[in-house]
Nanobody, 125 residues
Framework: QVQLVESGGGLVHPGGSLRLSCAAS????????IGWFRQAPGKEREGVSY????????YYLDSVKGRFTISRDNTKNTVYLQMDRLKPEDTAVYYC??????????????????WGQGTQVTVSS
């Protein structure tokens, strides 16, 4: 059974940091790509970052470059999103999603087959 479980969300002050985790199960180890997406109130969901567990290719949304870092632990089938220098506009529900096979770098939602339940990130003073 394919499952994605996010954790690590919460409330943080502007300029603060959070680390999100996405634990994937039910996949052949290392043969998927994970994307992080977010949806703010009243806005469409957008892709934030991508990583392939097969070859480590990475991609970031321009607005998070230099502040967010995506990484992987293939031994645990887990992907992390380290979010630093958070801004109020980063407030959203963050979702991780998986696609197979990880042949192209993409954050197009329709390319992802499996989704987690989401975790709330709130950046506020």
């Amino acid at each position: 059974q394919v499952q994605l479980v996010e954790s690590g969300g919460g409330l943080v002050h502007p300029g603060g940091s959070l680390r999100l985790s996405c634990a994937a199960s039910g996949f052949n180890s290392g043969d998927i790509a994970i994307g992080w997406f977010r949806q703010a109130p009243g806005k469409e969901r957008e892709g934030v970052s991508y990583i392939s567990l097969r070859d480590g290719k990475i991609y970031y949304l321009d607005s998070v470059k230099g502040r967010f870092t995506i990484s992987r632990d293939n031994t645990k089938n887990t992907v992390y999103l380290q979010m630093d220098r958070l801004k109020p506009e980063d407030t959203a529900v963050y979702y991780c999603a998986a696609r197979w096979p990880p042949t192209i770098v993409t954050l197009a939602e329709h390319m992802y087959d499996y989704w987690g339940q989401g975790t709330q990130v709130t950046v506020s003073s």
